[in-house]
């Protein structure tokens, strides 16, 4: 069976951490100048897998940067045509084509409110990068999937290595130097026992909390893309109101449990949703059905749990005949405004 380029971006990602980490020191500098000491919020910027990127950011910059969090709605700025209020507010747009003019619009009326404003793109030479004030580069390289993996996996790297410098956050930077290695190790991960639940299923929850919501939403982002199923990424917190009532045996639950403070949550709920005989499929912990590798940082297995998640998808994708690279309907730029 043919490589998909999907595929082959997958496994990418490692070397794409690895060239981040390798360029710590532009970004320590970044975090140097910045000089967020008044900054009274944080806002956010991206659309699918980039926004998911800000998902996960929002709970690094809440939890070491003590900053509440805004996501940006760019609506406001290019069909209501109102500008905020946003002085010395730091403001990080993620975007891998750095094209979308929705996001130009809203970096360039951030930064002429008077907000420190961060671009944590792919394509550096772009017009979201150009009205930014500074930025990071993912240096993923050409991604031929319409898919984002490498660029979602080193966005969300390159974006803990900002916080780690603003926080001077010894151990995140050490997780992040671990990241390649756990990378590579989770390309032998193998998920494909969730495929069986997937054939029968009229749609699918994934579900994670802090840290993990933003990867369990690019999850659920990728099984509607390629395999073209109904999923949702929700809060696992969620889970427990009105979304359960939706739960059957026609609906499986792909949930992600870190080694943190929601871990004793997430066991609770897992241990119910076994008991309702929900079909579960749960990575991490000592209660875990899915292949996994030993915790590590709670900030950075998020990351590493797309691999084994992504690999799982396009694999399904190829036994169902679909082709992982060209979802329909759908292009590797998406341009909104």
């Known amino acids: ?13 490692a070397d794409v951490v690895a060239r981040i980490v390798g360029n710590r020191a532009a970004t320590r500098e970044i975090a140097q100048r910045l ?10 910027c991206g659309r699918g897998s980039s926004g998911h990127v800000g998902v996960f950011l929002r709970y690094l ?16 700025i290019t069909a209501f045509r109102t500008p905020l209020k946003l002085r010395n507010a730091l403001f990080i747009v993620i975007s891998q084509s750095g094209r979308s003019p929705d996001l130009v619009a809203a970096t360039r009326s951030a930064r002429a409110a008077g907000a420190r404003t961060i671009a944590i793109v792919n394509a550096t030479a772009s ?21 984002a993996t490498k660029t ?18 010894d151990a ?3 997780a992040v130097e671990r990241l390649p290695e756990r990378l590579n190790r989770a390309l032998a991960l193998d998920w494909s026992r969730i495929s069986d639940d997937l054939a029968e299923a009229s749609a699918v929850f ?59 949550t997430m066991d609770a709920l897992a241990r119910e949703l076994r008991e309702q005989n929900i ?36 694999q399904t994708a190829r036994v169902c005949g679909f082709d992982p690279d060209r979802p329909p309907r759908l292009s590797k730029i998406t341009e909104t405004f």
Not at 127 to 147: D, K, L
Request: aromatic share 2%; hydrophobic share 50%.
């Open 1 to 13: 069976m043919t490589t998909s380029a999907m595929a082959n971006e997958i496994a990418e990602g």
């Open 35 to 44: 000089g967020i000491g008044s900054a009274p919020l944080c806002v956010l």
């Open 61 to 76: 910059v809440e939890t070491r940067l003590r900053l509440p969090v805004s996501a940006s709605a760019p609506s406001v």
């Open 127 to 147: 017009p979201v990068a150009a009205e930014a004030e500074f930025v990071i580069p993912v240096e993923a390289g050409a991604e031929h999937s319409v898919a």
């Open 152 to 169: 979602v996996i080193g966005s969300m790297a390159a974006g803990c290595e900002l916080i780690a410098e603003l926080a001077d956050d």
């Open 172 to 174: 995140l930077r050490s």
């Open 206 to 264: 994934v579900a994670a909390r802090g840290l993990g919501l933003g990867s369990a939403r690019e999850i659920a982002l990728k099984l509607s893309e390629i395999l073209r199923l109904p999923a949702t990424g929700l809060s696992a917190a969620e889970l427990q109101h009105g979304p359960r009532a939706a739960l059957s045996w026609r609906t499986p639950v792909i949930m992600m449990r870190l080694m943190d403070e929601t871990a004793a």
């Open 279 to 314: 079909a579960l499929h749960l990575c991490g912990g000592p209660h875990g059905s899915l292949p996994w590798l030993r915790e590590d940082d709670p900030a950075t297995d998020p990351i590493t749990m797309l691999v084994p998640a992504y690999r799982m998808i396009e």
